[in-house]
């Protein structure tokens, strides 16, 4: 992987990709950030040595280079899933990348749903912890520990300073922000009821397919790390209704403007 990383952060540096300082991730549905950026360049991942290829329909597949807040950031605009048939290591190999190309932090958002019933879809919440129920680690391969530490530390995966900072942020800018516990699961399919129950009995706020790896290797990597989930439903098992996959698309971009105005003010406070 060594190699590869090597080669992939060469490709990008001849490309233009000049010393970033903050990563981010945009989660499903959350493009709008995009329109934010003073592009420099920007390139579509089957471009890039090494990379896996999106195959979500709403996931963009690019990785952008820009200015953002008066800082130097690299995005990917749309991101990669266990579902999508990937391993652990192609999902979070971007973050690697990020990593090698200068980044000293990553802010991850994605789509979930609401298994606290006292939030509601269409507000945000910032993850203070997670469970990972993937079934697996994107540490466990061999060669590990020439990258980081074989036994990362996961007492505070998100960082503690960032996440005081973003609820400042949202407390100032009048944001509903709820701070949660994320659970992880493979999918693509939704939850059971039985499944929504079992969520909430372990403790999990709002329940998404994708984040903990990256946010697992930024650990491993000692990257600070936040995340922030748009409420894109709610997933009450006595009230459960068929999901429209594009009503969910619909309320992560009506909710999207108040995670742009925390990453954006948070972005210009680093």
């Known amino acids: 992987m060594q190699k590869q990383i090597q080669e992939t952060t060469a490709y990008l540096q001849d490309k233009g990709f000049e010393n970033p300082e903050i990563g981010i991730i945009l989660g499903t549905g959350l493009g709008q950030l995009i329109d934010e950026i003073e592009v420099v360049t920007a390139i579509s991942y089957n471009h890039i040595p090494n990379f896996p290829t999106a195959t979500v329909e709403f996931h963009k597949g690019k990785l952008i280079y820009g200015i953002l807040g008066g800082k130097k950031v690299v995005v990917m605009q749309g991101r990669f899933h266990l579902y999508e048939g990937y391993t652990l290591q192609d999902v979070t190999y971007p973050v690697r990348i990020m990593h090698s190309l200068g980044i000293n932090t990553l802010l991850v958002s994605n789509a979930s749903g609401a298994i606290n019933l006292n939030y509601k879809k269409g507000e945000l919440m910032l993850i203070g912890d997670h469970i990972n129920l993937q079934g697996g680690s994107p540490l466990a391969f ?102 429209n996959i594009d009503e969910i698309i619909a309320m992560a971009a009506k909710a999207e403007p108040d995670m742009i105005t925390l990453f954006k003010t948070l972005i210009q406070s680093l």
């Open 142 to 243: 061999k060669g590990v520990e020439k990258l980081g530490s074989r036994f990362t530390d996961m007492s505070a995966p998100y960082d503690t300073k960032i996440n005081a900072v973003i609820t400042k942020i949202a407390k100032e800018n009048n944001i509903t922000l709820h701070k949660g516990v994320y659970a992880s699961v493979v999918g693509p399919q939704l939850e059971t009821r039985a499944e929504y129950r079992y969520l909430s009995i372990i403790g999990a706020d709002a329940v998404g397919m994708s984040t903990v790896p990256e946010i697992i290797v930024a650990n491993h990597l000692g990257i600070p790390v936040a995340a922030v989930s748009v409420l894109t439903d709610e997933c009450d098992p006595e009230h459960l209704k068929p999901v």
